[in-house]
T-cell receptor, first 117, second 113 residues
Framework: ETGVTQTPRHLVMGMTNKKSLKCEQH?????MYWYKQSAKKPLELMFV???????ENNSVPSRFSPECPNSSHLFLHLHTLQPEDSALYLC????????????????FGPGTRLTVL | AQSVTQLGSHVSVSEGALVLLRCNYS??????LFWYVQYPNQGLQLLLK??????LVKGINGFEAEFKKSETSFHLTKPSAHMSDAAEYFC???????????FGAGTRLTVKP
């Protein structure tokens, strides 16, 4: 596997279910990101991890719980979701979070299409 | 706070015609600017980026964009559209302290034969 992979690619769940999204990067990066892409809305940054430490939580509801056990893996644990949480969830990684004089390109996975019934 | 505005949620061109996708940014300091492309059922792929070197930036697949500070714009162009260019295009901005990006709402490009 190369780049950034996400599993599952599609997920349908009820509002009372608990599920997890998985992201894995094979690029040796230290920063990982979760984004939410809803129809007709801009891509929203949800969480950022840098060297396994969470550095950003963009006012995301607690029914979304991220986990970063190591620099290569990122999870998004889901519980008691609402229908409006249905969206494409994208994971990305970059060398690290800091930019400074150079930009660290973010590489995106293909996303998990989540449908909450 | 930084933000970008993409003018036109839908752009349709004929094959071989000029592609112009508009993006205006709002930032108090010179930002980094990006264009990403998203094909159906795929993640985002970086087309090109502006990081304060040359103002005319060339990217992949024949696309280029010009940073115009006076107009706070970073429009994406391609001289001749190809059917394979049909996709969703996103403009994004980030500051120079971290990699956190703010994306525009996207522009869907349709290419007619």
């Amino acid at each position: 596997e190369t780049g950034v992979t996400q599993t599952p690619r599609h997920l349908v769940m009820g509002m009372t279910n608990k599920k997890s999204l998985k992201c894995e990067q094979h690029l040796g990066h230290n920063a990982m990101y979760w984004y939410k892409q809803s129809a007709k809305k801009p891509l929203e940054l949800m969480f950022v991890y840098n060297f396994k430490e969470q550095t950003e939580n963009n006012s995301v509801p607690s029914r979304f719980s991220p986990e970063c056990p190591n620099s290569s893996h990122l999870f998004l644990h889901l519980h008691t979701l609402q229908p409006e949480d249905s969206a494409l969830y994208l994971c990305a990684s970059s060398q690290d979070r800091l930019a400074g004089d150079h930009y660290n390109e973010q590489f995106f996975g293909p996303g998990t299409r989540l449908t909450v019934l | 706070a930084q933000s970008v505005t993409q003018l036109g949620s839908h752009v349709s061109v004929s094959e071989g015609a000029l592609v112009l996708l508009r993006c205006n940014y709002s930032s108090s300091v010179p930002p980094y600017l990006f264009w990403y492309v998203q094909y159906p059922n795929q993640g985002l792929q970086l087309l090109l980026k502006y990081t304060s070197a040359a103002t005319l930036v060339k990217g992949i697949n024949g696309f280029e964009a010009e940073f115009k500070k006076s107009e706070t714009s970073f429009h994406l162009t391609k001289p001749s559209a190809h059917m394979s260019d049909a996709a969703e295009y996103f403009c994004a901005v980030s500051d120079r302290d971290n990699n956190d990006m703010r994306f525009g709402a996207g522009t869907r490009l349709t290419v007619k034969p």
